[in-house]
């Protein structure tokens, strides 16, 4: 193990950052950050739970492939090819918080007009709620046309208003991520929170890989975190481009 191992890590969003949209990891994306683990240590933390982090990043034992996972934000943890921890965003809010909550969600949803709705419409996560208009159900390419109508009507954007001013006493954050979704979750409890699962590993750089940062995003707060050295991308194939730059200056040397 190099020193520089000891001293830096590459953090990366999951969807769109390492992966295309809720596609499944390349063999030469996974090839190429093995490589990278022989420079520095890595790191994924996405919004979505195991199942679906460990589905994008191409089955089996994905905590054991990197030095930390992060699922929900890191509101479920592993470190070093363990489990480590889980936050529980039921017991933080309680039942009768989050039941009016999802009533009032799925009422909102009942009475929006958009040109196709499928099925999942609130997915309930350890540390979080996702919320999807169209539904999660959806197909790819439902998905994608869903995501160029909410780019044209912001469905998400205006969802995520009215829930902050019904719920304004709840200190909910809300964080639009991927295609056709937005999460909802405690303040604090945005991907910042998987940076409190570091502080006593002892790295000199944390660097943060992801597609969604600008300010709504789900990505913005880790990326403008202090502790963080944040790169934007636009794609896997851009993720990769910044890191064989950043080797071949010597930034991970």
């Not at 769109?16 to 596609?23: F, S, W, Y």
């Not at 979750?185 to 590993?201: R, S, V």
């Not at 896997?236 to 064989?244: A, G, V, Y």
Request: proline share 3%.
């Amino acid at each position: 193990m190099s020193q520089a191992r000891n001293e830096i890590l590459c953090l990366f969003d999951v969807d769109g950052t390492v992966t295309l949209p809720r596609q499944v990891i390349t063999n030469d994306m996974k090839d190429f950050l093995a490589q990278l683990r022989d420079k520095v240590d890595i790191g994924m933390v996405g919004g979505s739970d195991y199942s679906k982090v460990q589905e994008q990043l191409g089955g089996g034992d994905v905590f054991k492939q990197y030095d930390y996972l992060f699922p929900e934000n890191g509101l479920v943890s592993y470190k070093h090819g363990c489990y480590h921890s889980t936050q529980n965003i039921k017991s933080f809010l309680g039942e009768e918080k989050i039941t009016k909550f999802i009533n009032f969600t799925l009422k909102y949803l009942s009475e929006i007009s958009i040109p196709i709705k499928r099925g999942t419409f609130v997915e309930f996560r350890s540390g979080l709620i996702n919320i999807s208009p169209i539904g999660r159900n959806c197909s790819k390419d439902e998905r994608d046309d869903f995501e160029k109508y909410d780019k044209i009507h912001n469905v998400r954007r205006d969802f995520v208003e009215v829930l902050k001013k019904q719920f304004a006493d709840y200190n909910l954050h809300f964080s639009i991520g991927g295609q056709i979704s937005f999460d909802v979750f405690p303040i604090g409890w945005d991907k910042t929170y998987c940076l409190n699962h570091l502080t006593d590993e002892g790295y000199k750089q944390i660097h943060f890989f992801g597609d969604k940062t600008w300010q709504g995003g789900n990505d913005y707060e880790i990326y403008t975190d202090p502790r963080t050295i944040g790169h934007t991308v636009k794609s896997p194939s851009e993720t990769k481009n910044i890191l064989e730059e950043l080797v071949t200056n010597g930034t991970f040397n």
